[in-house]
């Protein structure tokens, strides 16, 4: 699976972006994605993940709220909506693709097989 990712940017504390991950190469709806960030001297961390039918869904608690991750298998993509951005959430946004699977949702790094490049997204105060 080859991952696309777009849609970061710089953006006011308090605004909104929305960021897309398009997916190629394999059955899009095989896999439950996922959204990691990693801020500069931080670990990378699992924002927010969503199972192959969308119907199992898991956020972090830091943006309960105000993330809200989507796919739309048809088009072989993911989003995810941010609103109310803090100056805390500036990171790389990474998507992530992990081959669908029985039981809950992978929370971590290892969970996932594939990875898209990155998009930055800063929030300034």
């Known amino acids: 699976v080859q991952l696309q990712a777009s849609g970061g940017g710089l953006v006011q504390a308090g605004g909104s972006l929305r960021l897309s991950c398009a997916a190629s190469g394999r059955t899009f709806s095989a896999y439950d994605m996922a959204w990691f960030r990693q801020a500069p001297g931080k670990e990378r961390e699992i924002v927010t993940a969503?199972?192959?039918?969308?119907?199992?869904?898991y956020y972090a608690d830091s943006v309960k709220g105000r993330f809200t991750i989507s796919r739309d298998n048809a088009k072989n993509t993911v989003y995810l909506q941010m609103n109310s951005l803090l100056p805390e959430d500036t990171a790389v946004y990474y998507c992530?693709?992990?081959?669908?699977?029985?039981?809950?949702?992978?929370?971590?790094?290892?969970?996932?097989?594939?990875w898209g490049q990155g998009t930055q997204v800063t929030v300034s105060s």
């Open positions: 969503i199972n192959w039918s969308g119907g199992s869904i």
């Open positions: 992530a693709a992990g081959r669908a699977h029985m039981g809950p949702l992978r929370l971590g790094i290892t969970g996932y097989d594939y």
